[in-house]
């Protein structure tokens, strides 16, 4: 893992329509360390300190830098294994051994495609409870699942834990979250999704083949991978647009690593991991420290979020900053949809070179494989405006022998025979002069550039 963060152009969060006041653009330490300490200072000084006093959740000491990236907690823990059977293949619990301080929140988490929690997260399970959670790492019923079946054993985790497990008196059952790895990730999504209920959902280089994120309730943190041709960064920061304005986000591209970084112990995740956990569980404040912005930044490409993030029904704390005296630009609606690929297990797909239509005046179409697995692609196409505006457009194309597309987002799709037709939905059709749109599809068969395509606009 590099040792500092490489030094880009600072993005905005730009998801459509969120809140003027909450945008927040990348914060690198490198640049911005005593801007970042006194900010802290100021976030820890105010409304969070206030309300960590009457806060029953807060559990264990004042955090540090040092805390939040250490191996061990200041909580002892011990772990009990789970049996197959209660809708989910088994598992491991981890759990803080002390009793003296009540309940604590609890998190399930699910491995990857194909992948075992006890090979691949299982570092995470007392390393999360030695800082004060409950924590559930399950097995999958198949281990070739997919997301919205590793949701549906999340949520069953979860009712295990709290309703039959022998440590369910340690467990608030108000408080619980989610995580998992790639489709675990998209489990994760789609178990918050289910249950609206959850304090939190995180996705470690998250694959959501099965839904977006554009209804989510539950305060939701992506990581990805600066060089994971699995799930690419932008499938996931595409994800993390679809939140909707009133939901608490964050994402982290990590530099310099790929899809399996989660699987092995780092801090990186950890450091950043635990304080969402912490704010959204515990609605402890005395964590926003580290988000809010990047305390930090070292191992870090981009860094999006909605700070000041506060929980549901907290009063946010005094701005330390003035607002914007102008306005925020606006953005139109995300164009682009779930992550890319599925089998983590299988070798990094190859991308194939762009094709672009000739251009016809009105708009051009550019074709990129994104990945491929046995039996099945996703493609990725990208619209852009010629040199005037338009309203409404529709690409056309070809497919290859033995393909057929089977999914498609952001886009309408027609076929007769080999002949695929897409046009705009409703939010992304009118472009501006040189703007862009890009829909997404999944595909069965082996992956093929076109030979070409055409875009036309009425």
Known sequence: ?????????????????????????LKLLATAAAATLGLAVGIVATGPAAVAADNPYQRGPDPTPASVAAPNGPFATAQVSVPPGYGFNGGMIYYPTDTSQGTFGAIAISPGYTALFSVE????????????????GIETNDRNDFDTARGTQLLAALDYLTGQSSVRSRVDPNRLAVAGHSMGGGGAFSAALRRPALKAAVGFTPFSPSQNLTNMQVPALLYSGQNDTVTTPSSVSNLYNGLPSTTEGAYIEAAGLDHSFPTRPNTLLMRTMIPWVKIFLDNDLRYTQFLCPLMDSSGVLQYRNTCPLVPPGLPSPSP?????????????????APPTTAP???APPTTAPPTTAPPTGACTATYQTIGSWPGGFQGEVTVRAGSSAINGWTVGWSLGSGQSITQIWNGTLSTSGSSVSVRNVSYNGSLPAAGTATFGFLGSGSPSTPSALTCTSP
């Open 320 to 336: 330390t900053t003035a607002p914007p005296t102008t306005a925020p630009p606006t953005t139109a609606p995300p164009t682009t």
């Open 121 to 136: 997260l299982a570092w995470m399970g007392p390393r999360l409870a030695s800082q004060g959670f409950v924590v559930i």
């Open 1 to 25: 893992m590099p040792g500092t963060a490489t030094t880009h152009p600072p993005p905005a969060d730009s998801r459509p329509g969120r809140r003027p006041a909450r945008r927040r653009p």
């Open 344 to 346: 983590p297990t299988t």
